[in-house]
């Protein structure tokens, strides 16, 4: 399998005991990691023991933390390289609240030979190939719309994880996504207008289940996930865990969206291995998993609900 990483990251988390805006904050320190949604999702199935490849466009000038990661988690690195540093993100992390606040750089502008390697090494993807985040300056909003339908033609399953243009691009193209797991906030900027309840947010999936998507994840935070297909719908309500950090939570539970696709899982395990990665990932800093063994534990205490 394989993730896309268009608009990687460095994410500098600073933990303050409590923000206060418009003041002078004392942190209490601060840690850095390689991110970026795909990579995010690489390495947390790293740490479940899936082999994984992680493409994408870094900057050479500062790539020494994305190459450690690759590395230490034992993902095959298949970035393509171009001149200058890439971006910083930097995540407040409020103790007292346990709310983050990010704020987020913009990317490099890849040229279009950097962005052609790029993406033909996506485009030799085998089984799985996850494509989410955002998209630097100068790359076509149809970008993941054209990979879906390359791969999808392959025999390639598309697990996506985006949203403004992109995703509007993905669910107009000819070919649809195998899922996509977009949040309250992304679905509800896809149709156009507010998803106050539970079946607002299951008539939006249901209708993208209808146009071909064949699993739609909804993440609703503290609420839970939405879990459609057409055969069924399934509310995963999250485990009381200790909370250290939100950050990546989503691409966790792609990660294990992914890790149950691999394994052809029936829809009520995949639900609960994918927010039980979630879960596992909250007790963590940076994108990981407590291991399998603490996932598997944690997946044996949800009940997926039948939603009509």
């Not at 999702?41 to 479940?48: E, F, K, Q, R, Y």
């Not at 704020?103 to 950097?114: E, F, H, Q």
Request: aromatic letters at 2%; charged letters at 15%.
């Amino acid at each position: 399998m394989l993730t896309l990483t268009l608009n990687p990251a460095i994410d500098v988390t600073v933990t303050l005991p409590a923000l206060v805006p418009g003041a002078v904050n004392a942190a209490m320190g601060q840690e850095r990691h390689a991110a970026g949604k795909g990579i995010n999702v690489a390495a947390c199935l790293a740490d479940w023991g899936a082999p994984v490849a992680a493409a994408g466009v870094i900057g050479a000038d500062n790539d020494a933390i994305f190459r450690n990661l690759f590395a230490a988690k034992g993902i095959e690195d298949r970035c393509t390289r171009i001149p200058g540093e890439t971006r910083s993100n930097i995540k407040l992390l409020d103790r007292s609240s346990r709310e983050t606040t990010d704020i987020n750089l913009p990317g490099l502008r890849p040229d279009a030979a950097a962005l052609r390697d790029c993406l033909a090494v996506v485009e030799q993807a085998r089984g799985i190939a996850v494509l989410s985040g955002s998209l630097p300056l100068g790359v076509p909003a149809d970008v993941y719309a054209r990979l879906t339908a390359t791969l999808s033609a392959r025999g390639v399953r598309v697990v996506a994880d985006a949203s403004g243009a992109p995703l509007q691009a993905l669910l107009a193209g000819p070919v649809m996504p195998h899922a996509i797991k977009p949040n309250r906030h992304e679905l509800e900027g896809f149709v156009g207008h507010a998803l106050p309840d539970l079946p607002a947010l299951l008539g939006a999936a249901r209708r993208l289940v209808a146009q071909g998507v064949r699993l739609v994840v909804v993440s609703m935070g503290g609420e839970g996930a939405l879990f459609v297909t057409a055969e069924a719908a399934l509310l995963l309500r999250p485990p009381p865990v200790p909370v250290t950090s939100s950050v990546g939570a989503g691409d966790a539970m792609v990660a294990g969206i992914v890790a149950g696709l691999a394994e052809d899982l029936p829809l009520p395990a995949l639900a609960c291995r994918a927010t039980a990665f979630a879960a596992g990932k909250l007790q963590k800093t940076g994108a990981q998993i407590p291991g399998r063994a603490a996932v598997e534990a944690i997946a044996a205490t949800l009940r997926p609900e039948p939603i009509a």
